[in-house]
């Protein structure tokens, strides 16, 4: 069994910035899979992006450039920066792991980005 904390959402205006922290609660430095997800009222849960264990990343075309993943394996966190937030980054952000065939959800936190 895997706890995942997510931290660091808030209410931010428009163009601000984030940062979003996963912490595991075991090692993360053999876990090939990590990454956030997020779900606006709605819609549907989708990736923002994903990293592994060799650092490769992953972002949806609507974050690119603005959006940075990125792992602490000392720390057993995963980090998200969100920088020049738009109203449609507005969202609950998940933190999602896969270990041994089983994939873990954080509890999420708020993202919300007035204009």
């Known amino acids: 069994q895997v706890q995942l904390v997510e931290s660091g959402g808030g209410l931010v205006q428009a163009g601000g910035s984030l940062r979003l922290s996963c912490a595991a609660s075991?090692?993360?430095?053999?876990?090939?899979?990590m990454g956030w997800y997020r779900q606006a009222p709605g819609k549907q849960r989708e990736l923002v992006a994903t990293?592994?264990?060799?650092?490769?990343?992953v972002y949806a075309d609507s974050v690119k450039g603005r959006f940075t993943i990125s792992r602490d394996n000392a720390k057993n966190t995963v980090y998200l920066q969100t920088n020049n937030l738009k109203p449609e980054d507005t969202a609950v952000y998940y933190c999602?792991?896969?270990?041994?065939?089983?994939?873990?959800w954080g509890q999420g936190t708020q993202v919300t980005v007035s204009s």
């Open positions: 075991r090692s993360i430095f053999s876990i090939n899979h």
């Open positions: 999602k792991l896969v270990a041994a065939g089983y994939v873990y």
């Open positions: 990293i592994t264990s060799g650092g490769t990343t």
